[in-house]
T-cell receptor, first 113, second 115 residues
Framework: KAGVTQTPRYLIKTRGQQVTLSCSPI?????VSWYQQTPGQGLQFLFEYFSETQRNKGNFPGRFSGRQFSNSRSEMNVSTLELGDSALYLC????????????FGPGTRLTVT | AQSVTQPDIHITVSEGASLELRCNYS??????LFWYVQSPGQGLQLLLKYFSGDTLVQGIKGFEAEFKRSQSSFNLRKPSVHWSDAAEYFCAVGPRNQAGTALIFGKGTTLSVSS
């Protein structure tokens, strides 16, 4: 099976802009989670989607949002970008009945200038 | 507050030597426990997990971890390290009996392997 894919892999944006990142889970996986990884804060949970519904949400401002489509693909959006949003954004997918067995994609490296 | 502590930020081990990476957690009840590895420029790969049962769990690449409830610890071990094991290692916990996949990660331990 193909692994989790994330596009784009690298992105440079200017402060104030918005950005959309995409994640395609492993075929058959219905849960998609997003994490932000920074040198200072480490790995932090953003949100999780299951069957097109947000099931969990981390402690991030409303500028961070996401959605999941009927084919389980997911997107996350960050509006009004700030310098502190520069990070590696990781997506992970899980099989329905093994929700904690998460498989991570390679991430999208976002740089905000 | 729920948290995961990895006391060692950076560890250097000689190739062929044994390895132990420490992980302690603070949680209301025994959570699910995980170890992930991240190579430079890559995502995270699951090494092993503990859900219940035998407290010594075996993972991929020759790694094992032992869950000690009394110490709230889940240390990762490998008897003989290979140069390809150089990477960053993350311990993580997740709540039981709750729908969802929100993991709490430690800050990670960077492993360097010397020849």
């Amino acid at each position: 099976k193909a692994g989790v894919t994330q596009t784009p892999r690298y992105l440079i944006k200017t402060r104030g802009q918005q950005v959309t990142l995409s994640c395609s889970p492993i075929s058959g996986h219905r849960s998609v989670s997003w994490y932000q990884q920074t040198p200072g804060q480490g790995l932090q949970f953003l949100f999780e989607y299951f069957s097109e519904t947000q099931r969990n949400k981390g402690n991030f401002p409303g500028r961070f949002s996401g959605r999941q489509f009927s084919n389980s693909r997911s997107e996350m959006n960050v509006s009004t970008l700030e310098l502190g949003d520069s990070a590696l954004y990781l997506c992970a997918s899980s099989p329905k009945d093994l929700a904690y067995e998460q498989y991570f994609g390679p991430g999208t490296r976002l740089t905000v200038t | 507050a729920q948290s995961v502590t990895q006391p060692d930020i950076h560890i250097t081990v000689s190739e062929g030597a044994s390895l132990e990476l420490r992980c302690n957690y603070s949680y209301g009840a025994t959570p699910y426990l995980f170890w992930y590895v991240q190579s430079p420029g890559q995502g995270l790969q699951l090494l092993l997990k503990y859900f219940s049962g035998d407290t010594l769990v075996q993972g991929i690449k020759g790694f094992e971890a032992e869950f000690k409830r009394s110490q709230s610890s889940f240390n990762l071990r490998k008897p003989s390290v290979h140069w390809s094991d150089a990477a960053e290692y993350f311990c993580a916990v997740g709540p039981r009996n709750q729908a969802g996949t929100a993991l709490i990660f430690g800050k990670g331990t960077t492993l360097s392997v010397s020849s």
